[in-house]
């Protein structure tokens, strides 16, 4: 059984995070608020006054210096809040970081409009008579390729007093979702009828009692359907700002203007719905492997979480997770157990769930200092696929850091998941080898293919959504719940097959997720998935090239764009190949299923 803590005291102390790392007091962190209230001031007097290469390193160079001060700082902050998120203290010093973080973006806001007024052959000549300016060369050229999307510094100030009310669907959405939603309800273990929270549900919708299931579902799905013309309302306000923007700031289209920062082709993004599209025969295989083995006569969304091998809970202890864990990781070679190792030893990690702590798990990486990983292990399978999950980003932060300086140091959330779902395949491969126990076999495979399913399928069928409904907006159709209800409706058959029966709930599915207030964004989750399927794959038939390749991509930062650092490790996104390399291994992992559930 996992140790329940009742408060973070009981903890052993090796399973709790050094933040000593960050400030040995608060008097240290107090001296670093002064001093960047100071360098700000600072930082405001360059206002008008950059005009030759010297002034304008002067300006950059003191800018990094307060960033890497700032970093060590907020990171403090928010760490601190979430080892007790009911810390007033705690909330006092983040507070404090959240009012700085505003005084920095107002003394540096300057900086980009007189950046991009400046004309191209002035910034060669700046670039030319400072020698130092060398150090950001890179990314005052990555600025200026935003030139021709900026508009007259009169129509920017309208633009960003605008900011506000641009969010506002995001901000709507938003407090509808986390604030005023009531699901409804459900019987409880005592049978009294009790409140659905997100947290049952995600339990109740894997439990082995189908009444269960559907009630859970039901109450679920309850005030999104009551709230649909609300909703339908914020999303198409969200999707009618992306096409406004993207018009107004001369893109081809909100896809074109979403992709830009990472400088990635739209084919890429049409690559990955096409290739999946194409291969989606054992994901209908999947469902129909489900449908028997539940021995259902029909199938419905509410049985599509449900584990299919029951009686496997298997209880495996922090430390053992630890050495289980760097025994899977061993084809990336001795170097990197040896970080994984120091981690531990070092408390780079904090472990148990305790009250008050937030919820879930992450890695921070702090540059100049060390990565930070929240978990809240419980001691079984999930928690050891979340170990090494955030080790592997926190690996990727260590390694970038330790190899690039500070301006390239911070990777992009293009390749973020990459690092982490290679761990995460060699983690599973190491299992399947070394597990007898044909129950917990099935159990491993079902859980790969369930992982599979909804980091890449349900991700690329979301991004197929986006994009249709943006070309709606484009084209000037209205938008409305029929019109969403509709096209989620259509790709969700699509996706997953004639099989399931159709509740009225599934058409609403939109309605529930968040991320599509961030536009564009999904898909970086299905490209990485796959980038990582297909690198771990290479390093696990003993590939040294990949190999070798991957651990320099570790290493690399943002030193260059996404596609160009992932091409450098045998991942070409502007081709199919590793879409369809990866959903190869999706068909075996359901033919493996099959088998072992005859």
Same mark, same amino acid.
């Given at each position: #059984?996992?140790?329940?803590?009742?408060?973070?005291?009981?903890?052993?102390?090796?399973?709790?995070?050094?933040?000593?790392?960050?400030?040995?007091?608060?008097? +240290?962190?107090?001296?670093?608020?002064? !001093?960047?209230?100071?360098?700000?001031?600072?930082?405001?007097?360059?206002?008008?006054?950059?005009? +030759?290469?010297?002034? $304008?390193?002067?300006?950059?160079?003191?800018?990094?210096?307060?960033?890497?001060?700032?970093?060590?700082?907020?990171?403090?902050?928010?760490?601190?809040?979430?080892?007790?998120?009911?810390?007033?203290?705690?909330?006092?010093?983040?507070?404090?970081?959240?009012?700085?973080?505003?005084?920095?973006?107002?003394?540096?806001?300057?900086?980009?409009?007189?950046?991009?007024?400046?004309?191209?052959?002035?910034?060669?000549?700046?670039?030319? !008579?400072?020698?130092?300016?060398?150090?950001?060369?890179?990314?005052?050229?990555?600025?200026?390729?935003?030139?021709?999307?900026?508009?007259?510094?009169?129509?920017?100030?309208?633009?960003?007093?605008?900011?506000?009310?641009?969010?506002?669907?995001?901000?709507?959405?938003? #407090?509808?979702?986390?604030?005023?939603?009531?699901?409804?309800?459900?019987?409880?273990?005592?049978?009294?009828?009790?409140?659905?929270?997100?947290?049952?549900?995600?339990?109740?919708?894997?439990?082995?009692?189908?009444?269960?299931?559907?009630?859970?579902?039901?109450?679920?799905?309850?005030?999104?359907?009551?709230?649909?013309?609300?909703?339908?309302?914020?999303?198409? %306000?969200?999707?009618?700002?992306?096409?406004?923007?993207?018009?107004?700031?001369?893109?081809?289209?909100?896809?074109?203007?979403?992709?830009?920062?990472?400088?990635?082709?739209?084919?890429?993004?049409?690559?990955?719905?096409?290739?999946?599209?194409?291969?989606?025969?054992?994901?209908?295989?999947?469902?129909?492997?489900?449908?028997?083995?539940?021995?259902?006569?029909?199938?419905?969304?509410?049985? #599509?979480?449900?584990?299919?091998?029951?009686?496997?809970?298997?209880?495996?202890?922090?430390?053992?997770?630890?050495?289980?864990?760097?025994?899977?990781?061993?084809?990336?070679?001795?170097?990197?157990?040896?970080?994984?190792?120091?981690?531990?030893?070092?408390?780079?990690?904090?472990?148990?769930?305790?009250?008050?702590?937030?919820?879930?798990?992450?890695?921070?990486?702090?540059?100049?200092?060390?990565?930070?990983?929240?978990?809240?292990?419980? +001691?079984?399978?999930?928690?050891?696929?979340? $170990?090494?999950?955030?080790?592997?980003?926190?690996?990727?932060?260590? $390694?970038?850091?330790?190899?690039?300086?500070?301006?390239?140091?911070?990777?992009?959330?293009?390749?973020?998941?990459?690092?982490?779902?290679?761990?995460?395949?060699?983690?599973?491969?190491?299992?399947?080898?070394?597990?007898?126990?044909?129950?917990?076999?099935?159990?491993?495979?079902?859980?790969?293919?369930?992982?599979?399913?909804?980091?890449?399928?349900?991700?690329?069928?979301?991004?197929?959504?986006?994009?249709?409904?943006?070309?709606?907006?484009?084209?000037?159709?209205? $938008?409305?719940?029929?019109?969403?209800?509709?096209?989620?409706?259509?790709?969700?058959?699509?996706?997953?097959?004639?099989?399931?029966?159709?509740?009225?709930?599934?058409?609403?599915?939109?309605?529930?997720?968040?991320?599509?207030?961030?536009?564009?964004?999904?898909?970086?989750? %299905?490209?990485?998935?796959?980038?990582?399927?297909?690198?771990?794959?290479?390093?696990?038939?003993?590939?040294?090239?990949?190999?070798?390749?991957?651990?320099?991509?570790?290493?690399?930062?943002?030193?260059?764009?996404?596609?160009?650092?992932?091409?450098?490790?045998?991942?070409?996104?502007?081709?199919?190949?590793?879409?369809?390399?990866?959903?190869?291994?999706?068909?075996?992992?359901?033919?493996?299923?099959?088998?072992?559930?005859?």
């Amino acid at each position: #059984m996992t140790a329940t803590y009742k408060s973070r005291n009981e903890v052993p102390i090796q399973e709790k995070w050094d933040l000593l790392d960050l400030y040995s007091n608060i008097n +240290d962190w107090e001296k670093d608020y002064h !001093s960047i209230e100071t360098k700000a001031k600072e930082l405001k007097t360059f206002d008008g006054k950059i005009n +030759d290469g010297q002034s $304008l390193y002067s300006f950059l160079k003191q800018k990094e210096e307060l960033s890497f001060i700032f970093n060590k700082l907020y990171a403090y902050a928010m760490l601190k809040v979430d080892e007790d998120t009911r810390e007033t203290s705690a909330q006092s010093l983040l507070d404090q970081a959240k009012q700085l973080s505003v005084k920095v973006g107002s003394a540096t806001s300057f900086f980009m409009p007189y950046l991009l007024s400046l004309k191209e052959e002035t910034l060669k000549e700046y670039l030319q !008579s400072e020698q130092k300016l060398e150090y950001f060369e890179q990314d005052l050229w990555e600025a200026f390729r935003y030139k021709k999307h900026v508009l007259s510094k009169e129509q920017e100030e309208i633009v960003s007093k605008l900011g506000e009310a641009l969010s506002a669907p995001s901000n709507t959405f938003g #407090m509808l979702n986390n604030a005023d939603i009531k699901f409804g309800n459900v019987t409880n273990d005592d049978g009294e009828s009790v409140e659905l929270t997100r947290g049952m549900y995600a339990k109740l919708i894997e439990d082995e009692d189908r009444s269960k299931r559907r009630e859970a579902y039901k109450a679920y799905y309850q005030p999104y359907v009551q709230l649909k013309n609300s909703i339908a309302s914020t999303l198409s %306000a969200a999707i009618k700002n992306n096409v406004t923007m993207a018009k107004l700031r001369h893109y081809p289209s909100a896809l074109e203007k979403a992709l830009f920062g990472d400088n990635v082709p739209k084919e890429v993004y049409e690559n990955l719905i096409k290739s999946t599209k194409e291969n989606l025969a054992s994901l209908h295989q999947y469902t129909e492997l489900r449908k028997q083995t539940l021995q259902l006569d029909e199938i419905r969304q509410y049985d #599509m979480s449900v584990p299919l091998v029951s009686g496997v809970k298997q209880v495996i202890s922090y430390d053992d997770a630890y050495e289980i864990m760097c025994k899977a990781l061993s084809p990336l070679g001795e170097d990197y157990i040896n970080i994984l190792k120091d981690f531990k030893k070092s408390r780079y990690l904090d472990v148990r769930e305790t009250p008050g702590k937030r919820s879930g798990a992450y890695n921070l990486g702090v540059y100049g200092v060390h990565p930070f990983i929240l978990l809240n292990h419980q +001691d079984d399978l999930d928690s050891l696929f979340t $170990l090494a999950h955030e080790c592997g980003h926190g690996v990727h932060s260590k $390694l970038s850091s330790l190899h690039q300086p500070q301006i390239t140091a911070r990777y992009s959330i293009f390749v973020a998941e990459v690092a982490s779902t290679v761990n995460e395949v060699l983690l599973i491969n190491y299992l399947l080898d070394t597990e007898k126990n044909i129950d917990i076999r099935k159990h491993l495979v079902n859980h790969f293919i369930d992982q599979f399913k909804g980091t890449f399928f349900t991700q690329v069928m979301f991004a197929e959504f986006e994009m249709k409904t943006h070309e709606l907006a484009e084209q000037g159709h209205s $938008l409305n719940v029929d019109v969403f209800n509709q096209t989620y409706e259509t790709l969700f058959r699509e996706y997953y097959g004639n099989d399931i029966v159709f509740d009225d709930e599934v058409k609403y599915g939109w309605a529930r997720i968040p991320h599509f207030y961030r536009p564009f964004y999904v898909y970086k989750y %299905a490209t990485g998935f796959a980038s990582a399927i297909h690198i771990a794959t290479k390093i696990l038939e003993g590939d040294q090239e990949t190999l070798t390749s991957y651990l320099e991509f570790l290493k690399s930062g943002s030193s260059d764009y996404p596609l160009i650092l992932l091409k450098k490790t045998g991942v070409d996104l502007t081709t199919s190949d590793p879409i369809e390399n990866s959903l190869r291994k999706f068909t075996d992992l359901v033919d493996e299923l099959s088998q072992l559930l005859k």
